[in-house]
Structure formats: structure tokens, C-alpha cells
């Protein structure tokens, strides 16, 4: 990476646009800056008071020191780089940009040495301010909290917090340092902050029953977690300004091109291009080694190392345990094949800020020597090192590096395309599985299916077993057919005669009794009473010269009679129709809206020879606020007449009436005769929309079904009430009444 | 417990026998199921002594003579060396004296030396005497032994007992106190945990009184804090 001359400010910039106001504020935001779990507070910079007090407790001591002792000048030893540069091809312009940010490194570090020199200084508080602004986002705090949950789940929580804060400290210190102190000053204070905290969990009540192991394991794990933090920043820890990594490396990169035509045979080590376990062994070593570069701590890289060298080693030990001087070769000759990316920064960064015992113990201790070896092998491969003749050495040399060792690059690569093909092997394995597997869950779900509607089938089966249908004979709508029967059994029955030429007198007598009643009645609802009112001295009193029975119960019919110029027939249709519309409740009535609109009759369909077409338009409500103008001669006569408005009489006279009784009696079997929509009698039928025959009506309720005689739902008890008077004629065909319950309906 | 950690690098040419009285050593330790593929390039195991158990790291390098400039690597910080040569070639004994003179100069610590004459069972060929070898072990402090590949399981145990109890002897005396940082805790007086894995060589007892003094061990200046 190439961070050129300004990677100081970049790294600054970096560090304040981490601290970019933003409108959010989090809640690790208020946290301590240590990382420790209390709450900080911006008087104490962000700290809490513990961590506040220790802090300026460190700063006074380190202000202290830093006046005693000065800063030494940085030296940098150049000359190893130089020495590589010198046969690679950097061009001069490049040097002299390098050359140039060193003096501006130098510039910066003389400026920091300054600040630190005085430090009461005004400049010296701008800067000291400035830099614990910077703060470790919280993604550290809590990547630090799930692993160690998940790595040290038997540990106590105040370990957790000590290495938090130790993390935090450690990087703060680092961040801190990284400007004023030469990388090997600061690789020796990352030194001393690992093994403070080692002595820190040697000395820490919280640590005394943990034993060593987890003590190196916790190490790990804080080295891990500051040095993957740390590693993201650029030019501190990998690769650190004042150092020539970045040209080391790109000086190794070349030099491992250049050297792609030494093959097994130059380094004696015994590889076997044929073989393709050894082609396998040799590509996943190279994979591990180039993964290195993308570990962020030492500990990763290391790890990676320790990979790639056990491949290594596997693939130098054919019959007996291979030993190092099988392996240094291999390794060696593996590091060329793999070239891998920013090698040498990679290997400074383990050697300076590994933990030291991790690096000079353990294998991967080992194998990271190996590793050392190797590079520095390559770094300084002469033809002396191969055993070769030195003017044979220098052709190779020359040659242009895409020759050589193009016969293990063709190996190599047929061994990355094996592997590709062995991913997509298992790719396609993979997606065959998934789909035996959708397969299966279709097939059980098909089953399911099927098993189900089976289940349904039987259980529907089950209910019709145990509910057979039975189809019954349909019982009548007691619509204005099974009206009339009640309204004219109550009229009727006053005269005991069942014939329906009733004589006048006898129909009229009960009919003042009914209508009375209604009207003295003053429980109707404003909305009815207004036109129930209206209405029934209509009846009454119109009923008295209509000279049918049948039509005593709607004086209409009378009325229409008397009337010349109409047809009798065509205004009962009317009339009926248009009190079905006043009447759209299903009392009694088929429901309004079961029949369709079209099957009402509108007075538009009357307009027959016998109306004149200008008539065609009156409405129903002219007709009759008409009948209610003769209310007020109407109204003395049936008044008169009637005894006793509130006797029963009319109604007991009514007992022997059974609405329910089948229809085969002699007295309703006229009215059944007659149509209960048109009113019209069925032989008079003489426009093909009239024959709206209702007694088949589908819809009609069950329960006003007439033949069901003892329907223990219709309680058979005499209404006594008033409102329970239902004898009226022109109750049946009026608004019912919300105040009567619908059972009433059926009692007479 | 006293637990002793320490690093051990077997030095040698190439072609003395050095892996194999690794591999033999280690082929005992894992007779029950040694592993081709397990490198004997590196190993660890414990020695159980009388008072306290040393972890010994022993790591094996190349004997190739184009690598020798890489040896420093592999020596650096390392508590003791086995010297391996092998007898029927002076060559190797004399490489054996070039390497003493290397760790004599760049190890600054006190280290344990140990000469170890490879290939016994070639008495016929002997081109290096006991004497010889004897001598210069004693001149450089160092304990001599010899090994054969094909019988003497008995001098390779001998061999890293030895060492071991040295590096003990090392550890409790006041020069071996200043150790380098990262093995502080030799010396520690630790409980081991854990029941001993496979890797555990124990050889319990059997402490030799060596016949060289503890002035003989360690040479070089003892500097604090090398590193």
C-alpha cells in the first residue's frame, strides 16, 4: 500500500473524522473512553472518575519524565533497503517522494518532540486536548464482549472488563506513542504493555484461579483484539511510517519474480511434479501463506504460517517424519511459487508486536523462523546458495521472468483449476441435496394434501351419516298470504264463517276492535305511528263498504273499486308492491333484498292500456296520503263500535285459529288461492309479471313455514299484550313494530 | 512444582543423524501411533524430574550448509543446544566446533551445551575417538554422549534427561534468574493442571550426578534484558 508523503495527515484526518458529529448519539458514546462499563463524563474528558483520576495521575508522571529525559533523534537504518532497491527498478522519482516524506516524518517528529518538551506550553494544551478526543469505536468494545463471551464463557465478567480496558489503554497508548517513538521503541513498549498485563492477571485477585493456559489464552485474545484495531490504521503498526516495509516489499516481490525459475531441483528438495497430492499439498500451502496477508493480528498470521508449514511439511515427508532440512527447502521453494503479498511488512509486524513468547516459543514460534529463514534465504540468494555456476545464475537471472518455472506455474494452475472444479463439485452436490430436498418436502406435502382432503371427505361423510338430508316439504312464507289468514281469521272468526263471502257486517265488526287498539295504543315508535296511524283508519274505515272479504284486510282494494278509471287488478299490484318497499324488514315478508329489484313491481311497469301514460309516474306515497284525506270520516264509525279497546275478545275469538294448522283447511285455502305479493287472485292473473308466485319462494324463512304446527321455537302462548296484537289487517302488512319480538309473528 | 519451559535447538551438519535421534526420541514417546506426517522438525515434551518438570521445546534445523547463515535465527533465545556429529566423520566434528564458537559469540545468555556423537553402531568406521570428543565436550563445558541409531534407545534418553536437569540446575541458580522476558516464568512455582498429554515424556528419577560443575555450564557474560 502506498500511503505517500502525507499519510500523517491522512492518518489524522482519519482519527477526527472518526469523531464527526453526528445526530446520533450512542450509548457507548457516554461510556467511559477506558472501555470499562461506568459512565464517563466530558468534564473528566470522557472518562469516569475512577479512570479520570488514574489518567492524570499517568499524564503527570509521564510529563515528568518526558521533561527529564529528551526524545533522542530518530535514526533509521536505510542501508538494508537500499541495498535491495539498488537491483529493482524503482524509478528516481519515487525515491525522492520517499525521501521527501521522511523529512516531512522528521519535520512532525521534531514538532511532537517539541511539544513534549514544554510541555506548559499553550501549544502543548491544544495538542494535549486534541488527542484524547480521539476515541475507540464502540465496534472494539463489543467485538472484545461477544468474543470473549463465546471464547471464555466460564470466566468471570471482571475479566473481561480488566482486558477491555487493557485494550483500550494498550491502544491509546499506542496511538499515542505511534508518532513520537521509532517502531522499535514502540515494538519494546507493546512489549512491556503485554507483559504488564501478564503481570496483571500474575498479581490480580480476579485472576488467581485461572491457570496458565487461559492466562496465555486471554493474552492471545487481548494482543488479537488491540492489534486487529490497530492494524486498520494505516502507517502505525503495519508497516510504519519511518520504515522502508512498504519499499522492502515491493523490492521482495520483485526479487521472488525474478527467482520463479528455481525449481525443486536447485533447492534438493524432493517434490514430485506428477504427483497430485503433492501438487494439492503444495497449492494449499501457497493459499495459506497468501492468506497471511489478510490476518490482522499476529496471532492470525502467525496461525496461517503454522498452516502453510504443515502442508509444507506433509509434503516433504514421504516415508519418514520429515525434518527441517527437508523443510526449510520446501518452504523456501513454496514462498517463491506463492510470492505472497507485502511479505516482509507482514513478517515485521509479527516480529514487533507479537508477544515475544509466542513468537520465540511454541510452533508457531518455529515455523515463523522457518518462515524468516525463507525470505531471508530468498533476499540473499546467490548461485553459491543454489549450487550452481555462477555465469549460470546470472543468464537465469536475466531471463525474463515469465519463462521460468513455467512448468510448476502450469502445475499450480491446474491445480487451482482441480479445486475450483472439486467447489463447484460440492457446489453442484450441494444444490443437488437442496433439491432431493425440496423434492421431498413437495412429496409430503403432496401427501399431506391428499391425506387431508381424505380426512375432510371422511368427516364431512361422518356429519351427513349422522345428519342425513331430509328434504321436507316447504312451509309457507306467512307473507301477506299467512297475513291474511291471521288478519282474517281474527276478522273472520267473529262470524264463525269459513266461507269467504262474508257477509259485510261480520267482517266489519272485528276489524274497529283491531284498528282501535292500534290506535290507542301509544307505544308505536315516531317512525311508525306516523304512518300506522295513517294508515288504519284508512282501513277501517274503507274496509266498511269493500265488499270482498278478501280485500277487507288492505282497504286499498276498495278504494281502487270506487275509483272507475283503474284497473283493479293493476293498483293491487302497485300497492302491494310499493309495501313490500315500505316494508323491506324480513318480518313476515321475504326480505327485501332476496328478491331482486327488477321483480318489484315499479309503477313505470304499469303503464299497460289501462293507465295513461302521464299516470305512470305517481307515486305510491301520493296514493296514499289520498286514502289518509278521508281519515277524518273514516274515523268516527269503527270508534263507535268498539266495546272495549283493550278486551281480547277479538282475540280469544281467534283461539281456534291455528296459523300453523295445515293448509288443507277449507278456510284459508281461498287466500291461499291468491297470490300473497300481488294480492290478486291467481285465476285473475292477466299480465305475465304479475305471476309472482311467492309460495315457492326459496328464500323464505323456514321458520314461517305454516305446516310446521307445533314449532316449539313459536311459543304458542296468546299475546295478551297490546303490542303483541297483531289482529289488525294493516299491522301484517305495515311496518312491524321494532318493540315486537318476531316470535310474535305467529301468535294470533 | 518447579516447571521449567525451554527451547532447545539441535545444531548439526547435515547428514549426522540429527533428525533421526529426534525422530527416535520422539518414535519412543509416540510408539503408540507415530504419524509419518508429524514433522520432527519441532516437538515438544515434558521431562519429570524429582522436583519440578521441564517443557522442553526442541527445535530441529536445517544442516544444510547454504543455511547455515540462517542458524542465528534459530538459535536465538534458546536455553540449550544438542551439538550432533557424527562419528565417522571428522568433518562433522569439526563443524561441531565451528558451531560452538558461533553460539559462544552471538548467545549471550548461559547456555546448555551437550555434544552428541550420532552413529555408534559404525564403530568400525569410527573416525572421531571418545577421547577426542570427551575432551572437547569438557572444554566447552558440555556433557558427551553417544547414540546409535540402530540399538542404543538408552543414550538418547540420557541425552535430554541430562539436559534437562541441567537447565534445572540452570533455572534455580542466580545466573539463569535474569532470563529473557519471554520465558519469565521459568522458575515460577507452578502446579501443573491438566493431566499430562501424549506429548509428555516422563521420565521420573534418575537424576545423574554429572561430572562437571556448574561453573562448566554456562559460558558468555550474562547480560540483563537482552532483547
Not at chain 1, 309503477?603 to 289518509?628: A, R
Request: aromatic share 8%.
Amino acid at each position: 500500500m502506498w500511503y505517500g508523503p502525507n499519510l500523517q495527515r491522512s492518518y489524522k484526518y482519519m482519527m477526527f473524522a472518526s469523531k464527526m458529529p453526528s445526530l446520533r448519539i450512542d450509548k457507548s458514546d457516554l461510556k467511559c473512553k477506558n472501555g470499562c462499563d461506568y459512565f464517563g463524563n466530558p468534564q473528566w474528558q470522557g472518562y469516569c472518575s475512577k479512570c479520570h483520576r488514574e489518567q492524570m495521575q499517568r499524564q503527570r508522571k509521564a510529563e515528568k519524565e518526558s521533561s527529564a529525559t529528551l526524545p533522542k533523534p530518530e535514526q533509521k537504518k536505510t542501508d538494508r533497503g537500499l541495498k535491495i532497491t539498488s537491483h529493482s527498478s524503482f524509478s528516481k522519482f519515487e525515491e525522492k517522494r520517499l525521501r521527501q516524506s521522511e523529512t516531512l516524518k522528521k519535520a512532525n517528529l521534531l514538532k511532537f518532540s517539541v511539544f513534549k518538551k514544554s510541555s506548559t506550553d499553550d501549544h502543548d494544551h491544544s495538542a494535549e486536548k486534541r488527542l484524547p478526543e480521539f476515541k475507540i469505536p464502540a465496534m472494539v468494545n463489543e467485538g472484545m464482549k461477544s468474543d470473549f463471551r463465546m471464547k471464555f464463557s466460564q470466566l468471570s465478567p471482571s475479566m473481561d472488563r480488566d482486558a477491555r480496558v487493557f485494550v483500550h489503554s494498550f491502544i491509546m497508548d499506542v496511538i499515542k506513542c505511534a508518532n513520537v517513538l521509532t517502531v522499535d521503541e514502540l515494538s519494546e513498549r507493546v512489549q512491556r504493555q503485554y507483559q504488564r498485563f501478564m503481570r496483571h492477571m500474575d498479581t490480580s485477585s480476579h485472576f488467581t484461579n485461572v491457570d496458565s493456559d487461559t492466562k496465555e489464552l486471554l493474552m492471545d485474545f487481548v494482543e488479537k483484539h488491540a492489534m486487529t484495531y490497530l492494524h486498520e490504521l494505516p502507517s502505525v503498526v503495519f508497516s510504519p511510517t519511518g520504515t522502508d516495509d512498504e519499499r522492502l516489499d515491493r523490492a521482495m516481490s520483485e526479487r521472488i519474480q525474478q527467482l520463479s525459475w528455481v525449481g525443486e531441483k536447485h533447492l534438493e528438495c524432493k517434490l514430485d511434479r506428477s504427483n497430485a497430492e503433492c501438487r494439492q499439498l503444495l497449492y494449499k500451502a501457497i493459499s495459506e501463506l497468501l492468506g497471511m496477508d489478510s490476518a490482522l493480528s499476529p496471532g492470525g498470521k502467525l496461525s496461517r504460517v503454522r498452516r502453510a508449514c504443515r502442508h509444507v511439511l506433509r509434503l516433504c515427508s514421504h516415508a519418514a517424519p520429515a525434518s527441517a532440512d527437508d523443510l526449510l527447502p520446501a518452504l523456501i521453494f513454496t514462498v517463491l511459487k506463492a510470492n505472497p503479498p507485502r511479505l516482509v511488512s507482514n513478517i515485521n509486524f509479527v516480529t514487533r508486536f507479537c508477544n515475544a513468547q509466542r513468537l520465540m516459543t511454541g510452533e508457531g514460534g518455529y515455523y515463523f523462523t522457518n518462515l524468516c529463514c525463507a525470505v531471508s534465504f530468498i533476499e540473499n540468494l546467490t548461485a553459491e546458495s543454489l549450487n550452481m555456476d555462477k555465469k549460470e545464475f546470472d543468464s537465469y537471472m536475466a531471463m525474463p521472468a515469465s519463462i521460468g518455472g513455467s512448468s510448476w506455474a502450469a502445475a499450480l494452475s491446474l491445480c487451482g483449476a482441480a479445486r475450483e472444479a472439486q467447489e463447484q463439485r460440492e457446489g453442484a452436490a450441494q444444490v443437488l441435496a437442496q433439491a432431493q430436498q425440496l423434492q421431498a418436502r413437495a412429496d409430503s406435502l403432496a401427501a399431506n394434501a391428499l391425506s387431508f382432503e381424505e380426512q375432510i371427505a371422511k368427516k364431512v361423510q361422518d356429519v351427513l351419516a349422522k345428519t342425513p338430508l331430509e328434504i321436507k316439504p316447504r312451509r309457507e312464507l306467512p307473507r301477506f298470504g299467512k297475513f291474511k289468514e291471521i288478519n282474517t281469521a281474527a276478522l273472520i272468526d267473529l262470524g264463525s264463517n269459513n266461507d269467504t263471502e262474508e257477509p259485510k257486517a261480520t267482517a266489519k265488526q272485528p276489524q274497529p276492535q283491531a284498528t282501535t287498539t292500534q290506535l290507542t295504543e301509544p307505544v308505536y315508535t315516531a317512525t311508525d305511528s306516523v304512518e300506522i296511524t295513517h294508515k288504519q283508519p284508512d282501513t277501517s274505515v274503507i274496509v266498511q263498504p269493500s265488499d270482498e272479504p278478501k280485500l277487507n284486510i288492505l282497504g286499498f282494494e276498495v278504494i281502487e273499486r270506487e275509483s272507475p278509471s283503474k284497473s283493479p287488478q293493476n293498483w293491487d299490484l302497485k300497492k302491494t308492491g310499493s309495501t313490500e318497499l315500505l316494508t323491506p324488514s324480513p318480518l313476515g315478508f321475504t326480505p327485501f333484498d332476496s328478491r331482486s329489484i327488477d321483480e318489484l313491481m315499479t309503477p313505470d311497469e304499469f303503464v299497460t292500456d289501462h293507465l295513461p301514460p302521464g299516470l305512470s309516474n305517481i307515486n305510491y306515497d301520493i296514493d296514499l296520503s289520498d286514502f289518509s284525506g278521508d281519515n277524518s270520516i273514516a274515523e268516527d264509525a269503527p270508534k263507535t263500535e268498539n266495546k272495549d279497546p283493550f278486551s281480547p275478545d277479538g282475540l280469544r275469538k281467534t283461539v281456534p285459529f291455528d296459523p300453523f294448522a295445515p293448509q288443507t283447511s277449507k278456510d284459508y285455502a281461498v287466500l291461499e288461492s291468491f297470490d300473497e305479493f300481488s294480492f290478486v287472485h291467481k285465476n285473475q292473473e292477466t299480465d305475465p309479471f304479475e305471476v309472482v308466485h311467492r309460495g315457492n319462494n326459496p328464500f323464505s324463512p323456514v321458520e314461517m313455514r305454516a305446516d310446521l304446527e307445533n314449532d316449539p321455537f313459536t311459543p304458542q302462548k296468546k299475546s295478551t299484550s297490546i303490542l303483541d296484537d297483531n289482529d289488525s289487517p294493516t299491522s301484517a302488512c305495515l311496518l312491524p313494530s321494532p318493540l315486537l319480538p318476531q316470535s310474535s309473528k305467529k301468535s294470533t | 512444582m518447579k516447571v521449567i519451559e525451554a527451547k532447545i535447538v539441535v545444531l548439526g551438519s547435515q547428514g549426522v543423524g540429527k533428525t533421526s535421534l529426534v525422530v527416535r526420541y520422539i518414535g519412543k514417546m509416540f510408539s503408540k501411533h507415530i504419524s509419518p506426517t508429524i514433522g520432527a522438525s519441532f516437538f515438544t515434551c515434558n521431562i519429570n524430574l524429582d522436583n519440578a518438570r521441564v517443557k522442553l521445546q526442541v527445535w530441529d534445523t536445517a544442516g544444510q550448509e547454504r543455511f547455515r547463515s540462517m542458524a542465528p535465527m534459530y538459535y536465538r533465545n534458546a536455553n540449550a543446544a544438542l551439538l550432533v556429529f557424527d562419528i565417522t566423520s571428522v568433518s562433522s566434528f569439526t563443524a561441531i566446533k565451528g558451531w560452538v564458537k558461533e553460539l559462544q559469540s552471538n548467545v549471550p545468555e548461559a547456555m546448555v551445551l551437550s555434544v552428541v556423537g550420532n552413529k555408534s553402531d559404525l564403530e568400525q568406521y569410527r573416525a572421531v575417538t571418545v577421547s577426542e570428543a570427551t575432551q572437547f565436550a569438557a572444554s566447552i563445558g558440555a556433557h558427551y554422549c553417544e547414540t546409535s541409531a540402530l540399538h542404543d534407545q538408552q543414550g538418547i534418553d540420557q541425552v535430554f534427561l541430562n539436559t534437562a536437569s541441567a537447565l534445572l540446575r540452570l533455572s534455580s541458580s542466580n545466573t539463569m534468574s535474569s532470563l529473557r522476558a519471554y520465558d519469565s516464568s521459568d522458575g515460577d512455582d507452578k502446579i501443573p493442571t491438566g493431566c499430562p498429554t501424549e506429548e509428555d515424556a516422563t521420565h521420573t528419577g534418575k537424576v545423574e550426578l554429572p561430572s562437571w560443575s556448574i561453573d562448566n555450564i554456562a559460558h558468555g557474560d550474562v547480560q540483563k534484558n537482552c532483547c
